[in-house]
């Protein structure tokens, strides 16, 4: 059994190990590991031992945060002053930014230890990790497969135990759908509860930082630890919870009103269906209220979230012109061919995609007719949202359609790798939370997930609900043989 | 010519905040290069905009003060377009949600020039060309800035140039900005067509881009016409282009080709949200405009009497405008006043700048004790004059200069006796004041001033002389 958060905490301000010594043993684990698994793209070694002998100087306070020394990894594309952050794009090459993200902020506040930063979708644009400039990260439930994306080495790291923790970012599924191949939690949080200051922007309206984690308890020790209004994001919002999430765990599921909606599981691979039904019936012989409804919108979330998102990057990518920072070309004849060249090199095949799509849609003529609409349709979803949580509290749904795929299989067909994200985006068009949490094995062993999504600022009852379910449903967790051993 | 002229103006003003419109940096004219700079101001990866509350402020007090609609729902819209000064690849503006909207500018003559609309947005950086080398300083990216667009309801040169001079008036009075058209805090650009009198369509235009002088926008204006109007009249047709006013040679040529107009992809800001503005906030920001200048010049020709060119001359600066009605609080004469800070004030002031800055040393209430003993004739004009020209150097009060043995009136008697002296020592003078040569008087006069030190009252000595001479 692996141990959380919590018992980590324990163990340190014990003195059964010190924070040296736990961040060594991560380093050691990383080493030997990484190197096949590419979960990791910059490693921090020095900085993270540093940090360690400074989480001991904290741990002889009795006031300690509970993250002190505790090893973890921000994904690439988290900005951490004076620490690569790339998006894993040739585009950002050597760029170090001189400022840190507000999450990397508050948990370097904590005493966190911070061993490096994780592989990733370039841009957070992909489903399987595979578009990283970096190459992929492997799965390491089985290291033939995908890890999911865009958070891919993010879920690599946690399943493999290469980091007791690490932070990802959901734009339309990042952070859940990996979780669910990798076999670990993934917790999307609420559209402003979690600062995207330092967060290098994909598709702004949807992007948003969260967990990942090998329990929902650890999922929710982080997520109190990063929320909260920014002054520095306007998006971000001053939410008062009552108190913290992780105490709220416990929490009896009796009456609560689960709804399930039939969008959610047309096209779904039978196993993960049985598998979710098993989960809701589960629920129910505790006393959950199994409520069923209809999301009909949804069936155009997918295409709404391709409009959006891509109109969003096509604007936030603009500034990669090799001027400032980042790759530039090697020769150029003026400024235009210098940032013709830059991008045409920079960018991937999948960035370049996005980014026409994006400006296609805005450009004039079209704009009333995809990104008007979209946005139109993008209330409407909302509206369905709302009306689904005045009858229920949370919603029991997969998290993928499908397990992890073979490496390199969908790499022809962009439409077939979008679906892969069909069961997540509608949660980010809403802004709604969500988590991901195992939910069994398929036939190969690999990794199934279940998603609960709540209302808007509803972590509370997410968490509840998916820790009763992890406490209940006999999971093996962190099935995963080597990482860490401690 | 017998063409009409059709033109509107674009206005760019920056807000005189003191931090940039959606960071802390210093919106400080100047600076070493890409000093006044962070990572929101530069764009860089993962920085985000925060609003500031104070441009969202200044906006609406323009929009007031140019009697606009203020929108009480707005947003913020991205720009898209690639330029090296531009460090996000888009510009922060407003779209189709401006913030003010539908106001006016009344000319002298009556007529009113439409504001179609004010939006704020952010400035962009400056490129520097230099040894072949282009180099970018980002301190000026980020300032914030209003538009303010004109109806094509301008029909001169002269209206032109009226039309931005009071702008700049007015955006200087309500403080939001000091509108410094040389440091391009205040830049405009002239769209300009024309057409036959009568014609209800409009020609194809042009736009002037970034005059940076009144006098310039008058020339620009009169050789843009007279260019369209040569084409015009040798059958040919004018192309929609984008102009720079040239003003060493006074012409206006071209300087990019603009028939395709770029596609921007206007699109709402993700991470700003949309705002709203409650009505109270809106009537505590009328409440706190100052009284414009031209209502100034009405009031002070119509209530206090004052000849126009003086009034004009007072209500043109806020600061001067506050001196003097302070003086008059205090106390003091309207006339004199008034024509103590035109004819000696002033004079000490060579520029429009200083007029606008009006850094005296004296407080209205230590200028309203001079003007007081002017206006109760216990000193002369000359000598008010004199004393002041002396506090305005030192900052010192008038009893520093004017001490109270000075302020005895010179007796009946004794002026009379004055009199007779200065009639004994220029007796042609008077024989000519007898015989009809009124102004032969003023010999007699300076008689009486040197031998007083110029405190004696000369309109009491007139009278005096008058009597003794028998007229």
Redesign the interface.
């Known amino acids: 059994m692996r141990m959380g958060i919590t018992e980590l905490a324990v163990k340190l301000r014990k003195r059964e190990i010190s924070a040296v010594e736990l961040t060594k043993a991560y380093i050691d684990a990383i080493e030997k590991l990484n190197p096949t698994l590419n979960a990791y793209v910059h490693l921090t070694f020095d900085t993270a031992l540093e940090a360690a002998e400074q989480a001991d100087q904290m741990l002889k306070e009795d006031d300690a945060p509970l993250l002190c020394g505790i090893p973890m990894a921000l994904k690439d594309?988290?900005?951490t002053d004076g620490i690569p952050?790339t998006?894993c794009s040739k585009i950002?090459e050597g760029?170090k930014?001189?400022?840190d993200?507000t999450v990397w902020e508050r948990l370097k506040k904590q005493g966190a230890v911070l061993l490096g930063k994780t592989n990733m979708d370039e841009f957070g644009m992909g489903s399987t990790s595979e578009t990283s400039c970096y190459g992929a990260p492997l799965n390491p439930r089985n290291t033939n497969y995908v890890t999911g994306g865009s958070s891919g080495g993010s879920a690599a790291a946690i399943c493999a135990n290469l980091a007791v923790y690490s932070l990802g970012s959901d734009t339309g599924g990042s952070i859940r759908q990996p979780a669910s191949f990798c076999g670990v939690v993934g917790l999307k949080p609420t559209y402003g509860a979690v600062s995207?200051?330092?967060?290098?922007?994909y598709?702004?309206?949807l992007d948003q930082i969260g967990p990942l984690t090998n329990s929902v308890k650890d999922a929710a020790i982080v997520f109190d630890a990063i929320k909260g209004v920014d002054?520095?994001?306007?998006?971000s919002v001053d939410y008062d919870y009552g108190s913290s999430m992780a105490e709220c765990l416990d929490r009896d599921i009796k009456g609560i009103r689960i709804g399930v909606a039939e969008e959610f599981f047309d096209g779904i691979n039978p196993e993960i269906k049985s598998k979710v039904e098993e989960a809701i019936k589960l629920f129910e012989r505790n006393g959950a209220v199994i409520e069923n409804i209809r999301i009909p919108a949804m069936k155009l979330a997918l295409p709404v979230y391709y409009i959006i998102a891509c109109?969003?990057a096509?604007?936030n990518l603009?500034?990669y012109?090799g001027?400032?920072?980042g790759y530039r070309t090697a020769s150029y004849s003026s400024?235009d061919d210098m940032?013709v060249k830059t991008r045409s090199e920079g960018f991937g095949d999948e960035v370049k995609r996005r980014i026409m799509l994006g400006?296609y849609v805005?450009?004039?003529g079209y704009?009333d007719a995809y990104?008007k609409k979209a946005c139109l349709i993008r209330e409407e979803i909302n509206r369905e949202f709302d009306a689904v949580f005045e009858k229920c509290d949370v919603l029991v749904a997969p998290t993928a359609p499908s397990t992890a795929f073979p490496l390199n299989c969908k790499r022809k067909s962009p439409v077939e790798m979008y679906l892969a994200d069909i069961c997540t985006v509608p949660v980010n068009i809403a802004g709604v939370p969500a988590i991901s949490v195992p939910c069994g094995e398929d036939a190969n062993g690999l990794p199934i997930g279940m998603q609960i999504i709540g209302r808007r600022f509803g972590e509370v009852t997410v968490l509840q609900v998916a820790h009763f379910y992890e406490q209940n449903a006999g999971q093996i967790i962190g099935a995963y043989e080597g990482g860490v051993r401690i | 010519m017998n063409y009409e002229i059709v033109c509107g103006i674009e206005t760019h003003i920056e807000l005189a905040t003191r931090t940039k419109i959606f960071c802390g940096c210093t919106t400080e004219f100047g600076g070493e290069p890409n000093t006044h700079c962070c990572?929101?101001c530069?764009?860089?990866?993962?920085?985000?905009?925060?609003?500031n509350q104070k441009v969202v402020e200044y906006a609406i007090k323009a929009g007031l003060a140019l009697n606009c609609k203020i929108n009480t729902k707005s947003h913020m819209d991205?720009k898209?377009y690639?330029y090296?000064d531009l460090?996000?690849?888009?510009q922060i503006s407003q779209y189709d949600e401006p913030l003010c909207e539908k106001g006016y500018i009344e000319l002298d003559s009556g007529k009113r020039i439409g504001i179609a609309r004010i939006h704020i947005e952010e400035d962009a950086g400056k490129l520097i060309h230099e040894k072949g080398y282009?180099f970018?300083d980002y301190n000026r990216s980020g300032v914030p800035l209003i538009e303010i667009v004109s109806e094509p309801d301008i029909s001169s040169a002269e209206e032109a140039k009226e039309y931005a001079e009071k702008l700049q008036l007015i955006m200087r009075y309500i403080g939001i900005s000091d509108c410094k058209m040389q440091e391009g805090s205040m830049r405009c650009d002239v769209n300009l067509s024309l057409r036959k009198p009568g014609d209800s369509s409009l020609g194809v235009r042009t736009e002037i881009k970034n005059i940076n002088s009144l006098s310039f926008i008058q020339k620009a204006v009169m050789a843009e016409a007279e260019r369209q109007a040569d084409i015009l009249d040798a059958g040919g047709t004018v192309v929609q282009q984008t102009m720079r006013y040239d003003e060493a040679t006074n012409t206006v040529t071209p300087m990019r080709d603009k028939e395709n107009s770029e596609?921007y992809?206007?699109?709402p800001d993700?991470?700003?949200?949309r705002f709203s503005i409650d009505e109270e906030k809106i009537e505590e920001i009328r409440k706190s405009l100052p009284e414009l200048p031209f209502e100034k010049l009405k009031r002070y020709v119509n209530v206090l009497g004052l000849p126009e060119a003086t009034a004009k001359q007072i209500s043109r600066y806020r600061k001067v405008a506050e001196f003097f009605e302070g003086a008059l609080a205090e106390g003091a004469s309207v006339k004199n006043a008034a024509n103590l800070i035109v004819g000696t004030i002033f004079a000490t002031m060579g520029t429009e700048e200083e007029k606008e800055l009006f850094d005296v040393l004296i407080s209205p209430a230590q200028y309203a004790a001079l003007v007081k003993l002017a206006d109760e004739r216990k000193i002369n004009i000359g000598v008010a004059q004199a004393t002041l020209q002396k506090m305005l150097e030192t900052g010192k009060p008038v009893e520093e200069f004017i001490k109270p043995e000075d302020l005895v009136g010179i007796s009946d008697e004794e002026l009379e006796k004055l009199c007779r002296e200065a009639m004994d020592a220029n007796p042609k003078a008077a024989a000519d004041v007898r015989s009809g040569k009124d102004k032969a008087i003023n010999a007699m006069f300076g008689y009486i001033m040197k031998k007083t030190g110029g405190k004696a009252d000369i309109r009491k000595a007139e009278v005096m002389l008058r009597k003794l001479i028998g007229q």
């Not at chain 1, 002054?231 to 998006?235: F, L």
């Open positions: 594309n988290i900005c952050t998006c950002l760029f930014p001189y400022y993200a995207r200051y330092g967060l290098i922007a598709g702004s309206s002054r520095r994001d306007q998006t109109a969003e096509s604007s603009g500034r012109d001027i400032r920072y400024i940032i400006t805005l450009s004039s704009y990104y | 990572p929101v530069t764009g860089q990866p993962g920085a985000l905009p925060v609003l991205r898209n690639v090296p460090p996000k690849a888009y282009t970018i596609d992809r206007y699109f993700p991470d700003i949200l």
